[in-house]
C-alpha cells in the first residue's frame, strides 16, 4: 500500500511543447556557435517545464510541497501538524502580462483545496479549475487523515 499522497499540477500541452522546443534550440545554439547566451533558452524552456505539487507521507508524518521537473522532485519534508479540516475554497487568481509598454492583468476562477490546522494557519496542497476534482481530493485527505471538509465554494459554506 503507497502511505504517500501526492498531487501535482499537470503543465498544459502546449507549454510543454514550448518549453521542451526551446531547451532543445538552446542546445543546438550553445553547439553550434559556443554562446552562453543559449543557456537563457534552456533556462527559460527548463522553467516552463516546472510543475508543483505537494505531498504527505503518512507513516513518517512529514509533508512536503515540491518542484518537479521531469520527474524529479525538489522540496523540504517537513513535520505534520494536527490538521483539523479540509477547505475546498473558490477563490480568483490573477497574472500579470506585460509587453514592452503596455500591461494587462487577467483573471480567473481557481478552487483550492486547503488542510486547516491551529484553528486558522493553512496549507494549500491542491489547486485546480475543476469543482470535482477538487471534491475528490479533500475526500482523499478526508478518508486518509480522518478529518471533515468544509465546502466553501458558495457564499454559505457547509460541512460535508
Same mark, same amino acid.
Given at each position: ?37 543559449? !543557456?537563457?533558452?534552456? @533556462? ?13 507521507? !503518512? ?53 483550492? @483545496? ?47
Amino acid at each position: 500500500m503507497n502511505a504517500i499522497i501526492s498531487y501535482k499540477k499537470e503543465i498544459p500541452f502546449v507549454k510543454r511543447f514550448f518549453g521542451i522546443v526551446l531547451v532543445l534550440l538552446g542546445i543546438t545554439m550553445f553547439l553550434i556557435t559556443g554562446s552562453f547566451m543559449a !543557456l537563457i533558452f534552456i @533556462v527559460i524552456g527548463l522553467g516552463l517545464n516546472v510543475a508543483e505539487g505537494s505531498e504527505i507521507n !503518512l507513516p513518517a508524518k512529514t509533508f512536503r510541497t515540491f518542484n518537479s521537473l521531469f520527474g524529479f522532485k525538489m522540496g523540504r519534508w517537513d513535520s505534520i501538524p494536527n490538521f483539523e479540516y479540509v477547505s475546498v475554497f473558490k477563490t480568483k487568481e490573477s497574472q500579470m502580462v506585460r509587453v514592452v509598454t503596455a500591461e494587462t492583468t487577467q483573471k480567473y476562477d481557481i478552487i483550492l @483545496v486547503n488542510l486547516f490546522y491551529n484553528r486558522n494557519k493553512h496549507i494549500t496542497f491542491y489547486k485546480t479549475n475543476d469543482i470535482k476534482k477538487a471534491f475528490e481530493v479533500a475526500d482523499h485527505f478526508k478518508l486518509a487523515l480522518d478529518i471533515d471538509i468544509l465546502d466553501a465554494t458558495s457564499k454559505e459554506k457547509k460541512w460535508l
